[in-house]
């Protein structure tokens, strides 16, 4: 594991990261991705994520994505000595992201009130499913219910199927991009008053953002986007096409100039000159015919040779790719989409780099996730708890 100083824009911003799975923890490691102080300060018997998914040799993969850039200690929240132990963490961070049910701090002595008053320019980012307050607020949340209450699920999936979830955590992972911009914005605002705030992030909210012209389509024209599977009702030809090697990919035409290129490429001109082409939404109306004829002439070659010819045509084309093709493709090298990280369990891993890049202060993947509480002493020992108060909360059962 490197031991490299934390650099970036964030250096000396001090986090603790209290929330599991997923958005709020993801928050956490973007902000350490800059070079944020990050402490993950888990339950004795470790976050979830740890055992969450594919595991090597007993140790959990999806963790050492999540608990990268990060200092982990124990610490039992729900004991009186592991909240005195939190207060006088919470004393001297900048930033608390946590994601307990709705008055859980407040009832363990450890809420807003509390912790503004031994520390007024706290940011306290509060991750939760439903938000701080109304009818649904004590229910508990994850990201699959937002993907079903925002409208995502309703309009993906085939046309005579039902509605489709996402594999993988789309909701949190949004949630995590807001909860990240919401802190940055809580931080600045620091800079102007001196005070911090509270942060309420509600995972069913920023899937509604992203999802575009959903609500005021209803609320304007009384409109519900159906289900269309791959295509789109903006644009058309826009599908996933299966070449003649099994491999397949992905045609958008969202601009008048593309789509047009792509019929000339597949000896099609003649659709051009339809008046229905003219138009996106009207071109989706024509879908069928579209796609049989993108269809057709991709299915007689291999992917290598269709990406290459509408590449040549200046049309907009990609592989569908895997896991595999990602570490294996040249324009993720060339921008260090992936870096490896040699981690003291696992060796050399390779996993997701910092999601964007800054000409002068670039965030940087130091560490992989640490073990469980593997830097509980080092942490505490910065607070002035020594050896003998460490065996003494050890012993009540607070660590």
Known sequence: MTDAPPTGALQGLKVLDVATLFAGPLAATMLGDHG??????EHPRGDPSRTHG??????????KMLGRNKQAITLNLSSPEGQEVFRTLAADADVVIENFRPGTLERWGIGPEVLHEANPGLVLARVTGFGQFGPYSSRPGFGTLAEAMSGFAAITGEPDGPPTLPPFGLA????????AFGIMTALRAREQTGRGQVLDMAIIEPLLT????QLIAYDQLGELQPRHGNRSSNNAPRNTYECADGRWVAVSTSAQSIAERVMRLVGRPELI????????????QHADELDDAVGAWIAERDRDEVVAAFEKAEAAVAPIYTAADVLADPQYAALGSVVTVDDDELGPIRLQNVPFRLSETPGRVRTAGPRLGEHTAEVLA?????????AELRAAGAL
């Open 172 to 179: 949190d992972g949004v949630a995590a991009l807001t909860t």
């Open 273 to 284: 000159d339809e008046p229905w082409f003219a138009t996106g939404a009207r071109r989706a």
């Open 54 to 63: 594919a595991q090597r040799d007993g140790v959990g993969l999806w963790w």
């Open 36 to 41: 944020a102080d990050v402490i993950k300060i």
């Open 382 to 390: 910065r607070h002035g708890i020594d050896a003998d108060r460490l």
């Open 210 to 213: 992203v999802l575009g012209p």
